[in-house]
């Protein structure tokens, strides 16, 4: 059975060290097929003054804000409507591409695209995926929109999925997939619910 270890210069809190086992036992277990069981994972420290790397003492480093939390922040404050806030999150390069192959980089020309389609627009999450790389992250975030028609009719229950490419801390790229076509052609989004704040 496999047996991970690692040596981490002490000070890393709890909750870091705990990301840190599920991430390598993921990676043993999607990586050779072990029994969640057999994988074993020991974290042993070692005290700064017993740590040098090229003869200089080192400390801890800063562990980044998982990219899911970060993806999760960002969508919060597009929900407010706070874009400035929404925009501290965004890589310069940062590109979002919608159905119909709808390509756009400010999130001042999200909110102009949205107001084509609807009136108003939010997320109900039914959860987010995290999927873990060398150079960056994949965050994949689900569940329903509910909002207003531009006729003023309701809707809700239309299933979406956001792909998020997470870089140094910054998001990337965003992709949306979801079923708002095929409602404004006459699906069975349910109508009548109650609208709430909304995200475009």
Known sequence: MPVVQITLIDGYDAATKARLHQALTAAVR????????????MIQETGPENYARGGVPRTPGTPPTPAADLVRDFLGEMQRRDLEAARAFLAPDFMMTFPGDVRLKRLEDLVAFGETRYRRVWKTFAGFDEVPGIDEAVVYCHGTLAGEWPDGTSFDGIRFIDRFVVREGKIAGQWVWNDLGEMRGGGTASVGRPLGPALR
């Open 30 to 41: 999607t990586t050779i097929g072990a029994p969640l069981d057999g994988i074993t994972v």
